[in-house]
């Protein structure tokens, strides 16, 4: 037996999403079955859809940022009951007994984790050999891959933190940010606005490094306490030598030397926008003054629950637009253009128009 769902999903790297119909495993004993209410739109989504990666398999379902409710349990769950409020966000399982996984680090696991979309399927109970994502009406997950969403939060504007949050979340928590640091967060996007809100509510002096100067009202409002202008050269040397941290969201290839010259020495810039060759570094950079460059991917399960709890106490959420299914393939294109502010959520009651 099987579960019937709903979604949008594309056939061929070079067409639309479209609507698709197809089975989702049913429950074991360790299963949460969710009633998906809204999905995030990333751009990896895009990147995916498209094959711009590589690897992709078709049909393809995309959507990793899900908050739904539970429509029912398997015997043996114990930490979730029917009704409560969850998320799944990139990951739906992983190997579960290497190094990293014994660590609650499921996203660095050693024999890699399952992406929720596009993923070999381990577990079976279908016909399809790949999970399906989020942009559809149900998901069937494991429960220790399932988070617990704070009901305080809007839950449509909370479904962007099971990726956007988390991978910026991270790399803050982990390089101990937090109250007399200076933090510089590069770039405006939808990884960049939530860097400001964390590193702002972590009680850091956040400034905002953009090449648009449009960006920084919004910045400040969002959080920032300064706004450094990356084209601005002679406001880029004034203030090199002066950072305690950089989270660098720059979502392609470029040249990291200016920024390089910002940190103090011992300092760290984290990629976690630039999946893609780095145009430029020069060792110089860091070798005079001890800097480092490090990269993140999201984070496990354990922190991801962390950063939830963190938002629902600071009552912190992403910045969205709300769109409908149908809309899809208009907010690639708008997403590709940076025409939002700054994550579209797709709202799944909509498949049933």
Known sequence: ????????????????????????????????VIDILYCGVCHSDIHSARNEWGGSSYPLVPGHEIVGRVQSIGEAVS????????????????????????????????????????????????????????????????????????????????SPLLCAGITTYSPLKHWKVGPGQKVGIIGLGGLGHMGVKFAHAMGATVVMITTSPSKGEDAKKLG??????STDAAAMKAEQ???DFLLNTIPVGHDVDPYMLLLKRDATMVIVGSIEPLTKTNGINFIFRRR??????????????????????????????????????????????????????????????
Do not use: W
């Open 1 to 32: 037996m099987t579960i019937k769902a709903i979604g949008y999903a594309t056939h061929d790297p070079k067409k639309d999403l479209v609507p698709f119909t197809f089975e989702r495993r049913d429950p074991r004993q360790q299963d949460v």
């Open 79 to 158: 930490k979730f009951k029917v009704g409560d409020l969850v998320g799944v966000g990139c990951m739906v399982d992983s190997c579960r007994h290497c190094a990293s996984c014994d660590e609650g680090l499921e996203q660095y696991c050693n024999n890699g984790f399952t992406g929720t979309y596009g993923g070999k399927d381990k577990i079976g109970g279908t016909a399809h050999p790949f999970t399906f994502g989020g942009y559809s009406d149900k998901i069937t997950v494991d429960e220790r891959f399932v988070l617990r969403i704070p009901e305080n939060l809007d839950s449509a504007a909370t």
């Open 241 to 243: 030598n002066s950072f």
């Open 292 to 353: 480092s460059m490090a990269g993140s991917l999201i984070g496990g399960i354990p922190e991801t629950q962390e950063m939830l709890d963190f938002c629902g106490e600071h009552n912190i959420v992403c910045d969205i637009e709300t769109i409908a299914i149908q809309e899809i393939n208009q907010a690639y294109e708008r997403t590709i253009k940076s025409d939002v502010k700054y994550r579209f959520v797709i709202d799944m009651a909509t498949l049933k128009a």
């Open 224 to 229: 920032a306490n300064e706004v450094l202008l």
